[in-house]
């Protein structure tokens, strides 16, 4: 018998333990298993193969029952906001409903998840823009939350590293507060964000106008040939599932090489329980799962292990392994552990109307937006509110059929419609501020349907994210009237933090162990064979989106995760 349990544990051994294949846990799998690293990726959600598994992204509209709309009972299993451009009738084989993890909400908390190979990744908005010092400095210029451990000098690299692979398209721009990357040809603004980029350089010295930077393929290189993608085809249905791997997504591009390297396990159906800690030899030794169908509990085990489960998912788990040695949650001697999170606030929006350029219109469609780089607060401490906010702006120009006349008129009208005036659109990307009281943590009664403990979680806007919204209406109105704009209308989406995905924090990186849970390298500072390198790392969220950072951030801890072994640190 102990020949069995010595062949089991063996069968169940591995050099990494990956949690999470989505945006960063797919990275990871793809450098351990290029280093050699046997490397086993627990997934919670089911197996997809890259376009095997895409079912509804050849559908033409009308093949679907109800449109694309969302009935109103089954928007309430989901709890996503139905106006949310990833939540149609054509994604929801992607999504999660509540019922599958419940969790406390202490106020409004819309908790968007994707169980599947690939996760999230599959339903990103592709925006890739590097952080920069600017960004990285924050925290240190103006005092609010830990100052990050390291600076743009440090990732560059990464990105760079990352970009090639990923593939990026965007202009050198030559913008302080946006770095520029390794780039594939950019997507074209149409002529009235030409002319807005003109306007604003007439009227400002630091208001940029820049085409968004976007992990689509414009024009492959050999290295994504080699990965089995193609050219972007200017769908604009990514969020189903992108058959040509037209635009980057962990299913499409770093799992599939992975296992061709041979050195990968991917284990679906995987809910993770928690990490085990050995006290005696004072590490890490494995993960705890709930099989998913069985619910059989199983334990598997490495030398070293990445925690890449999504920013919430990634505290829980954490959270959840307790030991005598840390019994408030792994490597939580500091009790800050689920504490300072943090999100981005999409609240604000601004239209508006323009009667120039009419011998113009767009033609075909484009993956992409033009983008605003931050300008508020950069330099100095300027305005009422802290850190400061970035922009998507776009612009199009649709057919206004006509409703007057009667008879053979009217049908004429309808038949033959006109172009109306060009209509302006911009959206707020803003950064909220990480405070102790936004947190989570775990519920002491309340389980889930695998037996592991409700998460509460308590995260709200504040009166600084009231006055950026301010001021986010206040300058683009401006803006728009310096361009001509007209008919310029603000609004308030009220939309709940968590459903734009971009949660942040909780198990922070630091300098100093007494205010930080992970060190510059992503270790936890208290168990130094854990890496965490999904939004759950982030000290602060930058007005930027996040996902190349937590790329790039992944593959430089891997290189040292994997120095460290050779040095047998690990």
């Known amino acids: 018998?102990?020949?069995?349990?010595?062949?089991?544990?063996?069968?169940?051994?591995?050099?990494?333990?990956?949690?999470?294949?989505?945006?960063?846990?797919?990275?990871?799998?793809?450098?351990?298993?290029?280093?050699?690293?046997?490397?086993?990726?627990?997934?919670?959600?089911?197996?997809?193969?890259?376009?095997?598994?895409?079912?509804?992204?050849?559908?033409?509209?009308?093949?679907?029952?109800?449109?694309?709309?969302?009935?109103?009972?089954?928007?309430?299993?989901y709890k996503i906001p139905s106006r949310h451009y990833i939540f149609s009738e054509s994604t929801l084989h992607f999504l999660v409903k509540d019922a599958e993890q419940e969790y406390v909400q202490e106020h409004p908390f819309d908790w968007m998840r994707a169980y599947q190979v690939g996760g999230r990744s599959l339903l990103w908005a592709r925006q890739t823009q590097r952080w920069s010092d600017f960004d990285f400095e924050g925290p240190a210029r103006d005092g609010y939350a830990t100052d990050w451990p390291i600076r743009y000098a440090d990732i560059a690299p990464w990105y760079s590293y990352v970009e090639k692979f990923a593939g990026i398209s965007g202009n050198r721009d030559g913008v302080p507060t946006l770095p520029d990357g390794e780039f594939l040809p950019a997507h074209e603004m149409s002529c009235v964000e030409k002319h807005f980029k003109q306007q604003m350089s007439i009227h400002y010295k630091d208001r940029y106008v820049v085409m968004g930077r976007a992990a689509h393929l414009t024009q492959p290189k050999d290295i994504h040939y080699k990965q089995g993608r193609a050219q972007c085809q200017n769908r604009v249905i990514c969020e189903r599932g992108c058959p040509y791997g037209g635009y980057f997504s962990s299913a499409s591009a770093t799992i599939p090489w992975a296992m061709r390297t041979g050195k990968l396990t991917l284990r679906p159906h995987s809910v993770v329980h928690s990490v085990i800690y050995d006290e005696k030899k004072q590490k890490a030794v494995g993960v705890r799962i709930v099989d998913a169908n069985t619910k059989e509990m199983i334990e598997y085990y490495a030398r070293i292990i990445f925690v890449n489960a999504s920013t919430v998912n990634s505290n829980l788990i954490l959270l959840n392994s307790i030991s005598n040695r840390f019994p408030n949650g792994l490597g939580n001697d500091n009790g800050i552990l689920g504490k300072y999170m943090a999100f981005h606030t999409f609240r604000g929006r601004i239209t508006a109307e323009y009667d120039g350029l009419l011998d113009s219109t767009t033609e075909g469609k484009r993956p992409n937006s033009s983008y605003v780089p931050r300008f508020r607060n950069v330099y100095k401490q300027e305005t009422d509110f802290l850190r400061g906010y970035a922009a998507g702006f776009s612009t199009s120009r649709g057919l206004v059929p006509s409703g007057t006349g009667i008879g053979e008129d009217l049908k004429s009208q309808l038949m033959q419609p006109k172009l109306g005036l060009w209509q302006i659109n911009s959206h707020m990307m803003g950064e909220t501020i990480p405070k102790e009281v936004s947190r989570v943590w775990l519920d002491k009664d309340l389980k889930d349907k695998y037996g592991i403990p409700q998460l509460h979680v308590s995260v709200q806007y504040d009166d600084n994210d009231d006055k950026m919204l301010k001021d986010f209406w206040e300058q683009f109105s401006e803006m728009y009237s310096k361009a001509g704009f007209k008919n310029i209308q603000t609004s308030d989406t009220k939309r709940n933090p968590g459903s734009e995905n971009h949660e942040m924090g909780g198990v922070r990186m630091g300098k100093d162990p007494k205010t930080s849970m992970l060190n510059k390298w992503n270790q936890m500072h208290n168990c130094k064979n854990v890496f965490v390198t999904d939004g759950a790392c982030m000290p602060s969220t930058s007005t930027q989106n996040p996902s190349l950072t937590y790329m790039a951030l992944t593959a430089r801890a891997v290189d040292h995760a994997i120095k460290e072994m050779k040095a047998q640190r690990l």
């Open 1 to 77: 018998m102990s020949y069995l349990n010595i062949d089991s544990i063996k069968e169940r051994t591995f050099d990494a333990i990956v949690i999470g294949s989505g945006m960063s846990g797919g990275w990871a799998a793809k450098d351990l298993t290029e280093k050699g690293l046997k490397t086993l990726v627990l997934e919670r959600g089911r197996n997809i193969e890259h376009v095997k598994d895409y079912p509804t992204t050849l559908k033409n509209p009308w093949e679907f029952e109800h449109l694309g709309q969302v009935p109103k009972a089954v928007i309430e299993e």
